[in-house]
């Protein structure tokens, strides 16, 4: 059975000199990658303060934090009042993760998805400047929508379609981009912007309704449903393991020559969707069919990050291959399916 400690524990020993005894507010803490971040910042010795409203993150994330005594948990949503607990607090970190992101969710809740990023990147942004507290946004690729250029690096500017059904998303993330970068000019706010490309591991949502590739794929895979393609599969995609992710993550949030800048955070090995189709189901050893079906409006044909300036500022480069990363996501779904 998967068993995520020895990973948190191993990154956790990478950051521990820096986090140890701060206080670090995680908004989106029951979710995917914000209970992986702080899981990490736990281990390492940090005060950590999570809030989440369980739009799309699960208590179950956040068993194994709820039983440490240094993790303080509020049930809240960025976007309204916060908890008096959280605003009287002191932080040194906050790092504001909170917001639905699947194309799921983009077609049934984007209007909450629109105030996480953008009302809920301001409370976050406003508790960072009282407490003078380093403030990190967790962006996404899919702020430069249809890109001309890829790999894609941060100074291009996107091609996004505004009034498409992803623009919920792709465009309420460019204004907390804007906001964040509102707050580091008008106030001197130290500040840093991930953009996030792909990343998939363990505690993603095995509900294929919310119709991330990975976690749709291998529990297709796993219970012997036919796995969906959308239009032949041509597409290409990029996924970083999500340990890599984390250590991105921090590393940015750490660097003392990132305040007010950008930067992606990403594996920029692409392959096929038709080509994950066929990894997933040879790792599985699956007997499911591959189907195709429509592909959906403005998805994009490529998807790959340059990462040289995650290389540069960061000395950061992802460490777990595709074929890695996939089986012990796959060992975890199993033991949750
Ligand atoms: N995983 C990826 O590949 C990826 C790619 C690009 C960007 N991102 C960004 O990283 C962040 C985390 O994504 P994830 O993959 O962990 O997704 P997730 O859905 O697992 O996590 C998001 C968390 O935020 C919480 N949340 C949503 N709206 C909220 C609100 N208004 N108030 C309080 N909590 C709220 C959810 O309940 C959930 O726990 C998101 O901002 C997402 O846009 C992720």
């Not at 079906?293 to 340059?306: I, T, V």
Request: some cysteine; glycine content about 8%; proline content about 6%.
């Amino acid at each position: 059975m998967y068993d995520e400690t020895k990973e948190v524990a191993e990154l956790a020993r990478e950051f521990r000199e820096e986090f140890e005894g701060k206080k670090v507010l995680v908004s989106g803490a029951a979710g995917f990658l914000g209970s992986w971040l702080s899981d990490v910042l736990l281990e390492a010795g940090a005060e950590v303060y999570g809030i989440d409203n369980f739009a799309s993150g699960l208590r179950r994330n956040i068993e194994n934090a709820l039983k440490r005594e240094n993790f303080h948990f509020y049930e809240a949503d960025v976007s309204k009042e916060l908890p008096e607990e959280v605003l009287r607090e002191d932080f040194d970190f906050v790092f504001h993760l909170a917001s639905r992101a699947s194309p799921f969710e983009f077609e049934h809740y984007p209007l909450e998805i629109i105030e996480s990023n953008t009302i809920g990147t301001r409370n976050m942004l406003e508790i960072a400047r009282r407490n003078e507290a380093r403030f990190l946004f967790t962006s996404t690729s899919e702020i430069y929508g249809q890109p001309k250029v890829v790999p894609t690096p941060e100074t291009y500017w996107g091609y996004v379609n505004p009034i498409g059904i992803r623009s919920c998303y792709d465009e309420s993330k460019r204004l907390g981009e804007t906001i964040t970068m509102a707050y580091h000019r008008q106030y001197g706010l130290d500040t840093r912007i991930v953009r996030i490309f792909n990343t998939y591991g363990p505690r993603m949502r095995a509900d294929g309704i919310y119709g991330r590739v990975v976690p749709r794929f291998v529990t297709q895979a796993l219970t012997g449903k036919p796995i969906t393609v959308f239009g032949e599969g041509k597409q290409t995609r990029s996924f970083c393991y999500v340990t890599d992710q984390i250590r991105g993550i921090l590393k940015l949030a750490l660097s003392e020559r990132a305040s007010g800048e950008v930067v992606n955070i990403g594996n920029p090995d692409e392959i096929t969707i038709i080509g994950l189709a066929h990894l997933v189901k040879e790792l599985t050893a699956s007997q499911s069919p591959i189907e195709f079906h429509p592909l959906p409006p403005d998805d994009p044909p490529r998807r790959c990050p340059d990462i040289t300036k995650a290389r540069n500022l960061l000395n950061w480069e992802p460490r777990v291959g595709l074929r890695e990363g996939l089986e012990k996501t796959i060992e975890w779904f199993r033991g949750v399916l």
